[in-house]
C-alpha cells in the first residue's frame, strides 16, 4: 500500500485552483493553501484524514474568509456513511471540501462541496494573507514543515543575498533603483535579522560568511536557484 504526505495532495489542488485562474501559495501565514483570484480570497487546510483538528483550523480560518475548505484523499467510497455525515457536518459549519485522487495514475483535485459564504472580508487577518501571497515569486508546497516555508520577507533576503554574490558590493539604492529590489531593501540589510549581509562602509554591504553558507547550504532550493538565475541575467 503506497503511504501518502500531506505535501502530496499540493499540486493537485495547486493545479485545481490555477485552472480557474487563481494565484496559490503553499505555507501561508499558517495556512495550508492560500489563493488569489481578484478580490476573492480561498484558503484550504489538508489532512491526510479528516478529524477534529483539521475542522478546528478550518473554523479558525473563517476569520479571514468565507471561502475555507477542508481537503482530505479521495474515500474508497464515496457512499460511505461516515463520508456522507462529513459533508452534513461541513455544510452546517459552511466550510468546504476538495478531495483528492492520490490512488490515481493521474492524480488530481476535485471540489465536491462549496462554503455557503460568499462574503469577502477586509480583517487584518485577510490583508495578512493577500499581502503575503502577493509578496512571493517563488512557490513553497502546501503541507510541509514549517522549516521549509519562503516566506515573502525571506524571498526578498534571498533576493539580495544572490545579487551580492553576483555582484560583491552594492548600495541600498543600487538594489533599488538598477535591479528592482522592493524599497524596504536599505532597512533589511541594515537590520539584518536573516545574519546575511556586512555592512563595508555607510550605505555599502556584502556578504556575511552567514549568507555565503546559506546560499551554498541551500543552492538547490527554488529560491536560490530562481534568484541566482535572475542575478545573472
Known sequence: MATYKESDMYPPIRRLLAEQGFIVRGEVKDCDIAAVKDDVLWVVEMKLSANLTLIYQALERQTATDWVFIAIPRPKNARDSNFRKLQKLLKKLQ??????????????????LFPEGRDNKTTGKAKSLRKEIAGRTVDTVGGVTKKSVNTAYRERCVRIACLLEKKGELRAHELVNDFGCGK??????????????SRVSTGMYKLSKAGVEYLKDNAGSSLVVYYRMKAGE
Do not use: C, K, T
Not at 189 to 195: A, D, F, H, K
Open 184 to 197: 524596504d531593501a536599505s532597512a533589511i540589510l541594515r537590520l539584518n535579522y536573516m545574519g546575511w549581509f
Open 95 to 112: 466550510l468546504g471540501l476538495i478531495i483528492v485522487a492520490l490512488d490515481s495514475p493521474m492524480q488530481h483535485a476535485e471540489i465536491i
